[in-house]
């Protein structure tokens, strides 16, 4: 299952810098990318996400980056606080297939 | 948003049983999903649950260990049979509702097999 990948496997950031999540996709279908971050021993929440009508989807201090051509996205976290430190995952979906395929996750800690 | 509620929460069980888990949603969904996370790890698809039809596996799950049932669109049940130490993991419901755009996790089953 290996259709989304995400690097790095981990990120330290001091707080206040920008954290930059990298994620890739193979299959061209997928039309839906969605953004997870999962604290210890919670389940999995949703955190922003876009379509590939866009290039840029903007929630406060998270931003996805979205180029088509290459099937790459990022997630820029600005002004990284503690609180932020999780697991992000990146996931991808299709019209259509409807279930959700996870990549492997960037383990974020943000050092105050 | 959807909310999914699962039970049990956790459960320890013996080598060789079975272990049923449980997934309501407070709303009819259009599909309802089945995740495996081992501990720091990805979530792994496992399986799709159709309503009233056999489930919908990947690669390397069966309906033999795991068995999904889903009699209606606010329900659906997974079984481990013949639970094994590898088998300990957490197990995560999912559904999507209509739009395609709200995905939403119950609070996960934490298993270990001993």
């Known amino acids: 299952q290996q259709q989304v990948r995400q690097s790095p496997q981990s990120l330290t950031v001091w707080e206040g810098e920008t954290a930059i999540l990298n994620c890739s996709y193979e299959?061209?279908?997928?039309?839906?990318f969605p953004w997870y971050w999962q604290f210890p021993r919670e389940s999995p929440a949703l955190l922003i996400a876009?379509?590939?009508?866009?290039n840029k989807k903007e929630d406060g201090r998270f931003t996805i980056f979205f180029n088509k051509r290459e099937k790459k996205l990022s997630l820029h976290i600005t002004d990284s606080q503690p609180g932020d430190s999780a697991t992000y995952f990146c996931?991808?979906?299709?019209?259509?297939?409807?279930?959700?395929?996870f990549g492997s996750g960037t383990r974020l800690l943000v050092s105050p | 948003s959807v909310l999914l509620y699962q039970k049990p929460n956790r459960d320890i069980c013996q080598s060789g049983t079975s272990l049923k888990i449980q997934c309501v949603a407070d709303?009819?969904?259009?599909?309802m999903f089945w995740y495996q996370q081992f501990q720091e790890q990805s979530l792994m698809l496992m399986a799709t649950?159709?309503?009233?039809?056999?489930?919908?596996?990947e690669s390397g799950f069966t309906k033999d260990k795991f068995p999904i049932s889903r009699p209606n669109l606010t329900f659906s049940t997974l079984t481990v049979n013949n639970a094994r130490p590898g088998d300990s993991s957490i197990y995560f419901c999912?559904?999507?509702?209509?739009?395609?755009?709200?995905?939403?996790f119950g609070s996960g089953t934490r298993l270990l097999v001993i």
């Open positions: 999912s559904s999507r509702d209509k739009t395609g755009s709200d995905y939403t």
């Open positions: 996931a991808a979906s299709a019209t259509g297939g409807y279930k959700v395929v």
């Open positions: 649950a159709n309503e009233g039809s056999e489930a919908t596996y």
């Open positions: 299959d061209s279908t997928f039309d839906y």
């Open positions: 876009i379509r590939p009508v866009s």
């Open positions: 709303s009819q969904v259009v599909s």
